[in-house]
């Protein structure tokens, strides 16, 4: 498993823009396909976005496809993601995740076995 911190939430304005990211601990960080999840009080955790190991690949959910973009650093072994055009229903706690070091990531939560803290982004109308 990996520990993972996020940071960078808040609260924003309906189409405007914030910026989340996650570190990551450990030398093998760069190893690990990445995505992020959010929830909100009462409903299951959803997939959001997720980048492969090499950064190659990423992959998003319908409802954030051309406002959300995912990228990483591994030099800085961070993972982030830049979310645009920011709508009410975007709000909610926002996780990074890890699946176990070798495997793919996935639109599943329970695919992954390394999560950070959350952090929360909130939009206002």
């Known amino acids: 498993q990996v520990q993972l911190v996020e940071t960078g939430g808040g609260l924003v304005q309906v189409g405007g823009s914030l910026r989340v990211s996650c570190a990551g601990s450990g030398s093998t960080f760069s190893a690990y396909d990445m995505g992020w999840f959010r929830q909100v009080p009462g409903k299951e955790r959803e997939f959001v976005a997720a980048v492969s190991w090499s950064g190659s690949d990423t992959y998003y959910d319908d409802s954030v496809k051309g406002r959300f973009t995912i990228s990483r650093d591994s030099a800085k072994n961070t993972v982030s993601m830049q979310m645009n055009s920011l709508k009410p229903e975007d709000t909610g706690t926002y996780y990074c995740?890890?699946?176990?070091?070798?495997?793919?990531?996935?639109?599943?939560?329970?695919?992954?076995?390394?999560w950070g803290q959350g952090t929360q982004v909130t939009v206002s109308s």
């Open positions: 995740a890890a699946p176990p070091l070798d495997s793919d990531c996935s639109w599943s939560a329970s695919d992954y076995d390394s």
